[in-house]
């Protein structure tokens, strides 16, 4: 199985949980290139459904674009998601997100602009990947717990805040605001081989980005990926992480 694989899979089981659009408005926020905008309009051909994919960045918006086919159900817009959405109130059916709240330095301001565009009854699916969930397998524990702690706490450079428990968190982000009714939906995914192309083996590689912020040390990170490939040769390699998904609707009240 490759990351790919990996991800549609795990994409897959997240877009199972939005309830089936047949008509309204359905918005990504933070859409990347469009991959799963396009994904739900390939599966639901009805004329009257609208699919809005939101990203800051510029180049993906563009990518978005050019797969997008000119199919005239789907839109691409660039804009901020740390600032006022560019939605009017009560005019979304549902809202999808996937491994976007734990980068927003202000998470309650974003829960009120879900609940000020959502239509009252109007659903919320937001999944992210708990990355202090991470299990590796190895011969050094201490090592390996040194290193998922030091890569759930790593704020990359674009990135205006991190929480790597954003997924245990996503229940209280959201129940907390008394604004939504739901509950947490979790799928773990697995991997038994360490090569390239899967999921675990390309997060074992993003852990040398944390030796030149001092967030680990070259030693252990080197013996850790000797330690993985070891494993992997002798038919004992194991990896695993941990996605919720917070499904919810709008209170009316709200």
Known sequence: MTASDD?????????????????GLWVDLGC??????????AGHAQPGLRLLGIDESQKSIEAARLSAQNDPRVEFRQHSLRAVLPLEDASVDVVFSHNLIECLADVPAFSRELARILRPGGYVVMGHWDWDSQLFDGDDKSRNRRLVHAFCDWKQDWMEHADGWTGRRLWSIFNSTKLFEGTVHARVL???????GCFGYARAQDMKSLVPLGL????????????????????????????????????KSS
């Open 216 to 251: 680990a040390s070259d030693a252990d990170v080197q013996s850790f990926l000797a330690d993985q490939t070891s494993l992997n040769e002798t038919d004992r390699y194991f990896y695993s992480i941990t996605g919720y998904a917070y499904v919810a609707r709008l209170r």
């Open 32 to 41: 990347g290139k469009g991959t799963d905008v396009l994904r739900l309009a």
């Open 190 to 196: 697995t991997n038994s081989s360490f090569s390239p």
């Open 7 to 23: 991800v549609t899979e795990h994409r897959d089981w997240l877009l199972s949980l939005v309830p089936a659009p047949t008509t």
